[in-house]
């Protein structure tokens, strides 16, 4: 798994993207049951049952009521790494899930800065790289398209509760990347006088 992360990450062979859009695909659907507190019982959810009542399974997952996000956000990089890999490994790992899904995704972040590779950082280095690394996008174009999201037929769902949004990374370290995206969010969110519940969802964690 490490070297396919490597391919993927490091070495920019986009390629592997779908393989991986898929896998991250079956993390969105643990985060769904955690969320929906619609588990099945023990039973219910055991190969076996599933094996010996295949149909009866699928019908009962189908009637749960599970919970979905509004919002696919993948973590930004900058112009110098888009640049050495050609692609956005976030983003086309959030294209897969948004396609099998049903979600939408929108670039609401963008990097202030670039930050050198953090995997060669201590924990304290990586968290002062992350501060203020990342900003809500501004961009016109992008800004309308959430205001019609807002505005859409989810409106009379967001008056009951908040904004779901999913920020999609390919791996977890210390978190400071995370939280520093979350932080950003918020304060677009709040700027456009709508509360959001901020999740995350990476392919790894190192």
Sequence with gaps: MREILGQYKYRGNERLAPLLG???????????YEQSGQQLNGALQSNLFSKLFPVLHSKLRMRSNLWQADLLVPVPV???????????QAERL???????????????????????????KSRRER?????????????????QSLKELLNSSMTHQLEQRPLR??????????GSTIRACAGAL??????????????????ARS
């Design 22 to 32: 898929l896998m991250l695909d079956r993390a969105y659907a643990f985060l769904q």
């Design 78 to 88: 900058s112009a110098v790494r888009l640049s050495e890999r050609g692609f956005n």
């Design 165 to 174: 949004v999913i920020i999609v990374d390919d791996i977890y370290t210390t």
């Design 94 to 120: 959030a294209e897969v899930v948004s396609l099998h899904r049903g979600v939408p995704q929108l670039p609401l972040l963008v990097r202030t800065h670039h930050t050198a590779k953090q995997s060669f």
């Design 186 to 203: 918020q304060q677009l969110c709040r700027s456009l006088d709508c509360t959001a519940e901020i999740y995350s969802l990476t392919w």
């Design 127 to 143: 968290l002062a790289d992350m501060k203020h690394a990342f900003a809500g996008n501004t961009d016109p174009v992008v800004l």
